[in-house]
Every structure is written in structure tokens, then in C-alpha cells.
Nanobody
Framework: VQLQESGPGLVNPSQTLSLTCTVS??????????WNWVRQSPGKGPEWMGS???????YYSPSLKSRTSISRDTSKNQVFLQVNFVTPEDTAVYYC??????WGQGTQVTVSS
């Protein structure tokens, strides 16, 4: 399976961060895994943000739940992440994963005006 994150590299503070994870070589529906979004900020360890299961159920980190949304397009085999009202503290490399064994290469997102 291959996962590829994409989205804007620069987001203004207070705006919405939107990322796409495109999956190939696997199915976000029939592969019975959770599809996760993880981020790593400079100088910090990886932070699990949330996930969407093969069933479509979603799970969120309590610290991010109020402004995070994960969704999917099964016809395009894509998983999406939205984070609202971003601040510079949301600057990080964002990864999508299938379970914990398969990771995308990550995409850098910087929040700055």
C-alpha cells in the first residue's frame, strides 16, 4: 500500500488546514484498518490526531476534537483532514497512516501570515 499526503504548505492563522491522503495499492474500505492522521511539530514527538476506520467510524484526539474533522471519499480512495482555526502551533509535518505499519512520506504545513 502507498499513501500520499497533499495540500497547501502554507496556511494563514485562523484559517482552515485541509489535507488529502490518496491511497494506492489498497482500499480504505476493504482493508480493515484504521486510517490515521499523525503530525510531528519541530522538537516534539508524533501526535495522533484522529482516524477513520474502514467502516467509516471516526475517532479524534480529545485535545483536537473540537476543531478537527476526518472524512473520506471511497470512490477516490482518499482520506481527508481538516483543522479549523489554525495557529502557528499547528505547524508540523502531517502524515497519514494505515494502522501503524504503513506511513506516507508526510507533508510540511506551516501556519504563518
Amino acid at each position: 500500500v502507498q499513501l500520499q499526503e497533499s495540500g497547501p504548505g502554507l496556511v494563514n492563522p485562523s484559517q482552515t488546514l485541509s489535507l488529502t491522503c490518496t491511497v494506492s495499492g489498497g482500499s480504505i474500505v476493504t482493508d480493515r484498518w484504521n486510517w490515521n492522521w499523525v503530525r510531528q511539530s519541530p522538537g516534539k514527538g508524533p501526535e495522533w490526531m484522529g482516524s477513520i476506520a474502514w467502516s467509516g467510524d471516526t475517532y479524534y484526539s480529545p485535545s483536537l476534537k473540537s476543531r478537527t474533522s476526518i472524512s473520506r471519499d471511497t470512490s477516490k480512495n482518499q482520506v481527508f483532514l481538516q483543522v479549523n482555526f489554525v495557529t502557528p502551533e499547528d505547524t508540523a509535518v502531517y502524515y497519514c497512516t494505515r494502522g501503524w505499519g504503513s506511513w506516507g512520506q508526510g507533508t510540511q504545513v506551516t501556519v504563518s501570515s
